[in-house]
């Protein structure tokens, strides 16, 4: 059996003919899930989603829509197999001018996307729809569950902890890898180190990170920012490090570098910044939100947020452990919240100056990652983890420099907004992967082509508090970075902009 996918449900049903091999479609593959339980691994799942991102990533960049995903059910080998096919056609000056014109209601009828959309359009709704799909697939097999996660034996794992380690001290190197992910090893040293300039600097295999080829696989990490190991306790340390390649050069996934330029070149205006990280957790049994039920949907939103009690919060150990673990490295927290969604949160770190903010963020998201491995649950940062009509997540970003810190400050407040919205489609450019799907004008956020602000406004793209509307000082929240930003480039870019030559 196999199915014509193109992720679209109009007139998308093909009759059946009863044929050994018969090709179906999008509303055939629909309505048999909906009959006949399937089942997929999670790792699976995660492999075909990473290709369809990176070969439906190729395939805007040379202009090409129209495409589908085959997908054949082999019965004897209980398999699945998958395949980007079918007419590829280009999207050319003429597609262009009929898109343009259907939308522009012009001929009459009510405006509406056009049957012919941009490739970019075409990829969003590919990719949502085959998400979607698949999503509905049940996990592991149908024999017997597939865990892809192990929860920690913390009381055995503390009989080895408690063993002295000697003058020994074990160093945990982070990084960021090509996907915007963090990774890490250890290393063991004879001293204590107290700033990460008395670190050396180490290498490790680029081919497995996605940031070097095989042939020569050495990216080299530089310590840059140290903190104390919640985990390992004593004086043990984690450190974070930046990216180079081996003439010394940054890599191109080392943002921190530029960032860290940007930062020295306004110092003396001390730019402050607070970054509220939104994320959500997930149980990997279920592929669905922590908490949520297996069948269905829980209760719309409404009392979930900074919500307190069973049946409204889900994973308060996790956000707990979480926040003691930041405290104690010396990560600078300044809150948590329970967020709209169920099994949503939100962590906020700040104000840090220049560089130190992404380097706090950073640090925040990797401890997480490590509190929520232990509980055996899956962290997302995706800007819209689950579709339909629930908040996506964000990563609102409050700035201020010594100016709009003091009284007046109003004034620089506003110059700086104004700037910032000249240059509106260079900030979401580097504002987080599939930000489309978050900034819809809904859910408390401003839409992603226009740019607008106000006081009190948190469906404009930057809002002013009121009581800095009050004030005349204080900050700026800009509202349009996603949760999977990299705070190096958003932060840089909201200085670059707020310093640059007037118009």
């Not at 979607?132 to 569950?145: D, E, V």
């Not at 106000?454 to 204080?474: F, K, L, T, Y």
Request: aromatic share 10%.
């Amino acid at each position: 059996m196999v199915y014509d996918l193109k992720g679209s449900l109009r007139n998308r049903y093909a009759a059946k003919t009863g044929k050994n091999i018969e090709v179906l479609l999008d509303e055939n593959l629909v309505e048999m899930i909906s009959k006949t339980p399937l089942y997929m691994r999670v790792d699976t799942k995660n492999n075909l989603s990473d290709s369809l991102y990176n070969d439906t990533q190729f395939l805007v960049q040379i202009d090409v829509m129209d495409y589908s995903l085959l997908v054949g059910f082999d019965d004897e080998k209980n398999e699945i197999i998958v395949g980007i096919v079918d007419f590829f056609r280009t999207y050319t000056w003429d597609k262009k001018l009929e898109s343009w014109v259907k939308e522009s209601g012009m001929l009459g009828g009510v405006k509406r996307d056009p049957t012919i959309i941009s490739p970019k359009m075409y990829r969003r709704r590919f990719r949502s729809a085959i998400d979607l799909y698949f999503g509905q697939f049940k996990i592991g097999s149908n024999t017997k569950q597939i865990e892809m996660a192990i929860v920690s034996n913390t009381a055995l794992l503390k009989k080895y902890l408690d063993l002295p380690q000697g003058d020994k001290v074990q160093v945990e190197y982070v990084w960021i890898d090509a996907k915007n992910g963090l990774r890490s090893k250890t290393k063991t040293i004879d001293f204590t180190p107290e700033a990460a300039n008395e670190l050396s600097e180490w290498n490790f295999d680029g081919s497995s990170t996605g940031q070097a080829e095989g042939h020569d696989s050495d990216i080299l990490i530089k310590p840059v920012a140290l903190f104390a190991d919640p985990f390992r306790g004593g004086n043990n340390k984690i450190v974070l490090c930046e990216t180079f390649n081996n003439d010394g050069t940054p890599h191109l996934t080392n943002y921190r570098h530029s960032c860290k330029k940007v930062m020295e070149t306004h110092a003396d205006a001390k730019p402050w910044f607070g970054i509220e990280q939104e994320y959500m957790l997930f149980d990997p049994e279920t592929s669905k939100p922590y908490g949520w039920p297996m069948h269905g949907f829980p209760e719309p939103q409404g009392k979930y947020y900074c919500g307190v009690g069973a049946g409204k919060i889900f994973g308060r150990d996790i956000v707990e452990a979480h926040y003691r673990a930041c405290l104690y490295a010396g990560v600078n927290i300044s809150g948590v919240n329970a967020e709209v969604a169920p099994g949503q949160f939100e962590f906020q770190v700040g104000p840090c100056e220049g560089i130190e903010m992404g380097d706090h963020l950073w640090m925040a998201r990797y401890l997480l990652e490590r509190v929520s491995e232990e509980f055996g649950i899956i962290v997302s940062i995706h800007p819209k983890p689950i579709k339909g009509d629930w908040n996506g997540a964000g990563c609102h970003t409050n700035f201020s420099t010594l100016e709009m810190r003091q009284k007046g400050g109003i004034v620089a407040i506003e110059k700086a907004i104004k700037k910032m919205g000249l240059r509106h489609n260079e900030h979401i450019a580097v504002y987080g992967e599939d930000n489309d799907q978050r900034l819809t004008g809904r859910h408390e956020t401003g839409h992603i082509s226009q740019f607008s602000y106000g006081v009190a406004n948190r469906g404009a793209s930057i809002r002013i508090p009121r009581h800095v509307g009050i004030e005349g000082m204080g900050y700026l929240e800009d509202r349009r970075p996603a949760s999977n930003i990299d705070p190096y480039r958003v932060t840089s870019i909201i200085v670059e902009s707020t310093f640059m030559p007037d118009v």
